[in-house]
């Protein structure tokens, strides 16, 4: 088994071969059974997301988005196919290599939330740092400064279940942050967010992108998240239908309703 400071010298050789893709999807499948039902969630997705680049997903309900997402996040398997994350095959990874792989170097904003109900704040923030290792002191300041930049330092003792969904929201992308990831994939960020704090969090998200090189792939319907895409790519019932520019988006913003 690799070490996790062989993983991450593998990780770091392979940033600075600065290959252009941080996450390639060959030709992926996701076949759901649910009893005798089988949805086909995905019927071959294939995109290579640049290094850096600000990515926007769209699609009708149920077409296949999150799916996508938990493929490329390595969070659930695809039933064929292939997902690189910097040039790993995350399959060829053990539960351990692609648990570390997930903590360190992916943030991941679920749909859903999923916060830990029992949990403040700030321990929701500071979890993932406690996993990659981080001293208690440490992690604290560290996500003390992350949920002052989501606007929340104030609310840092507060459980979720005590703040509006704009506010698990931000929590959210707050946690995310926590181990400086170089793949933010968030599905929906803005959609529990008044038009300030959607706009705020897009700022942040461009920030992130341009001041740091994070890579920044969301699903999302948000105008002004489109607007400051690289690139959009949209999803029709389990394949990537066409990629395209913000600037293609005036004679199509009647399909983002
Ligand atoms: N765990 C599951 N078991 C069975 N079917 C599932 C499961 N998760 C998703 N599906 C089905 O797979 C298809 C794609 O779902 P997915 O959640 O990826 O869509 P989506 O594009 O994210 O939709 P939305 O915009 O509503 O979030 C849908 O038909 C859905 O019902
Ligand atoms: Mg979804």
């Known amino acids: 088994m690799i070490t996790p400071a062989q993983l991450e010298a593998l990780f770091d050789l392979r940033d600075a071969d600065d290959s252009d893709y941080v996450i390639r999807a060959v030709d992926v499948r996701k076949i759901y059974r649910t009893g005798e039902v089988e949805t086909h969630a995905l019927r071959g997705a294939t995109l290579d997301i640049h290094r850096g680049e600000y990515l926007s997903i769209m699609g009708p309900s149920g077409s296949g988005k999150t799916t996508f997402f938990n493929a490329i996040g390595g969070l659930s398997k695809p039933t064929t196919g292939k997902v690189y994350i910097d040039q790993v095959d995350i399959a060829q990874l053990d539960p351990y290599e692609l648990a570390w792989l997930r903590c360190r170097k992916v943030g991941y904003i679920f749909q859903a939330f999923n916060l830990i109900q029992v949990m403040s704040c700030l321990e929701n923030v500071t979890l993932p740092m406690a996993f990659a290792g981080m001293s208690g002191e440490d992690a604290r300041d560290k996500g003390m ?49 008044d038009l300030h704090t959607g706009e705020e969090i897009i700022d942040l998200f461009d920030r992130l992108k341009a001041e740091l090189g994070v890579t920044i792939v969301t699903a999302t319907h948000d105008l002004k998240m489109l607007k400051k895409s690289d690139r959009i790519v949209w999803i029709e019932d389990g394949l990537i239908a066409r990629v395209s520019t913000p600037d293609a988006l005036d004679i199509r913003v009647e399909e983002i309703h």
């Open 145 to 193: 400064e992350i949920l002052s930049l989501v606007g929340l330092a104030e609310r840092a003792l507060h459980k979720p279940a005590e703040m509006s969904g704009g506010q698990q929201q931000r929590v959210a992308i707050a946690r995310a942050l926590a181990n400086s990831p170089s793949i933010i994939l968030a599905d929906e960020p803005t959609a529990n967010l």
